[in-house]
Nanobody, 132 residues
Framework: QVHLMESGGGSVQAGGSLKLSCILS????????MAWFRQAPGKEREGVAA????????YYADSVKGRFTISQDKAKNTLYLQMNNLKPGDTAMYYC?????????????????????????WGQGTQVTVSA
């Protein structure tokens, strides 16, 4: 059974940086997608960044392009999200997710696998708060 555990959230001022980590335990077949999502109170869960581990392709929401970087250390079974130049609008609970099915198929068809319905396994989340 696959489990995900996020860490690295916190409170920073606008313009600051944080690096989130997500440790994956359990077995996942080759060629899967992992992603970071975020959800602010009263808003829908939003895809922030994803990585298709087979070819190593990365995908980003327009709102974070140029500021966030997703990466993976397969030897450590860890997914990262480096967040720079943070803005108050980035305040949310951040979740990592993994899926071997719908998300990977989207990526195979050249689509960005950034919709929450494509992922079936989720971590508990880590809070990121950015003050003005």
């Amino acid at each position: 059974q696959v489990h995900l555990m996020e860490s690295g959230g916190g409170s920073v001022q606008a313009g600051g940086s944080l690096k989130l980590s997500c440790i994956l335990s359990g077995y996942v077949d080759n060629g899967y997608c992992m992603a970071w999502f975020r959800q602010a109170p009263g808003k829908e869960r939003e895809g922030v960044a994803a990585i298709y581990t087979g070819p190593g392709n990365t995908y980003y929401a327009d709102s974070v392009k140029g500021r966030f970087t997703i990466s993976q250390d397969k030897a450590k079974n860890t997914l990262y999200l480096q967040m720079n130049n943070l803005k108050p609008g980035d305040t949310a609970m951040y979740y990592c997710a993994v899926d071997e099915g719908p998300a990977a198929r989207s990526a195979d068809f050249g689509l960005a696998p950034l919709h929450h319905s494509e992922y079936s396994i989720w971590g508990q989340g880590t809070q990121v708060t950015v003050s003005a």
